[in-house]
Nanobody, 121 residues
């Protein structure tokens, strides 16, 4: 069983920064994708950023240039550095890990419990 524990959400003013962390424990195969999704009020869950293996990254257009995803392979931890935050970034952010046992679809994989990010204007 894989568990994902998130931390780092909170309330910040527009233009500010937050860093989210997600630590994975349990059995994850070596080939995997770690990422962050978010779900805002009355919105569908959407991919924010993902990191494949250790180097290849993918970002939603709305966060390119402002958010950076990274991972510490040794700790099975993924980070999301969020800069220049905007009120539109307000959402619950979910950590997601996919590997060969879970499938690679957008809503497959293991999920964290979610952490609230609120950006005030």
């Amino acid at each position: 069983q894989v568990q994902l524990v998130e931390s780092g959400g909170g309330l910040v003013q527009a233009g500010g920064s937050l860093r989210l962390s997600c630590a994975a424990s349990g059995s994850i195969t070596s080939i995997n994708v770690m990422g962050w999704y978010r779900q805002g009020p009355v919105k569908q869950r959407e991919l924010v950023a993902a990191i494949i293996g250790g180097d290849t990254t993918n970002y939603a257009d709305s966060v390119k240039g402002r958010f950076t995803i990274s991972r510490d392979k040794a700790k099975d931890t993924v980070y999301l550095q969020m800069n220049s935050l905007e009120p539109e970034d307000t959402a619950v952010y979910y950590c997601n890990v996919k590997d060969s046992t879970t499938g690679w679809g957008p809503f497959q994989g293991y999920w964290g419990q979610g952490t609230q990010v609120t950006v005030s204007s």
